[in-house]
């Protein structure tokens, strides 16, 4: 069993959707929750980074940490063709080293 | 802008030419990460440089070293290259404010190996 699993899409919806991705762990002992953005031949762009369990709001994205039933989600509002991308959760005990989820591909049509 | 910076964004060598692959970064980070990421996977670590002392995974092939000749730059060598080495190489950085701790990973844009 992988630490993190994410769905790897691809994940295709109307243009102002919203969107839920999500990802399990099975580690307990990950702390640091963070939701990375990469568009196709580009390095991931940070989008949220949380530590504790509860909502994080940042514009039209939303990041979700489930500690107890070692779950977290990113909800993206209004969606548009520039969110287009793969999303890749990661998480991390703190000490230096950062699992990924394998990502999930999202496409948003016009 | 503060930013990690990664040279050059494309390279192609050929089959069993060594290649170097650098990143520097304007953030004044202590951790600095070297990553190879193929076609629709997650990014995987090679190494690390916590500050001066380097960190190497354990499957981590001898054909991949690294280089931290100071806090700005790290360099990826690849001694000889094969087929399957083409991939991209991300290079991050992130600051560890003492304690053990770390805070999160800043990627750079990456550097796409072609080897023909």
């Known amino acids: 069993q992988k630490e993190v699993e994410q769905d790897p899409g691809p994940l295709s919806v109307p243009e102002g959707a919203i969107v839920s991705l999500n990802c399990t762990y099975s580690n307990s002992a990950f702390q640091y929750f963070m939701w990375y953005r990469q568009y196709s031949r580009k390095g991931p762009e940070l989008l949220m980074y949380t530590y504790s369990s509860g909502n994080k709001e940042d514009g039209r994205f939303t990041a979700q940490v489930d500690k107890s039933s070692k779950y977290i989600s990113l909800f993206i509002r209004d969606s548009q063709p520039s969110d287009s991308a793969t999303y890749l959760c990661?998480?991390?005990?703190?000490?230096?080293?950062?699992?990924f989820g394998t990502g999930t591909r999202l496409l948003v049509s016009p | 802008d503060a930013m990690v910076i990664q040279n050059p964004r494309y390279q192609v060598t050929q089959f069993g030419k060594p290649v170097t692959l650098s990143c520097s970064q304007t953030l004044n980070h202590n951790v600095m990460y070297w990553y190879q990421q193929k076609s629709s996977q997650a990014p995987k670590l090679l190494f690390h440089y916590y500050d001066k002392d380097f960190n190497n995974e354990a499957d981590t092939p001898d054909n991949f070293q690294s280089r931290r000749p100071n806090t700005s730059f790290c360099f990826l060598d690849i001694r000889s290259p094969g087929l399957g080495d083409a991939a991209m190489y991300l290079c991050?950085?992130?600051?560890?404010?003492?304690?053990?701790?770390?805070?999160?990973?800043?990627f750079g844009p990456g550097t796409r190996l072609l080897v023909l």
């Open positions: 991050a950085t992130s600051r560890d404010p003492g304690g053990g701790e770390t805070e999160t990973q800043y």
């Open positions: 990661a998480m991390s005990t703190g000490f230096q080293k950062l699992v």
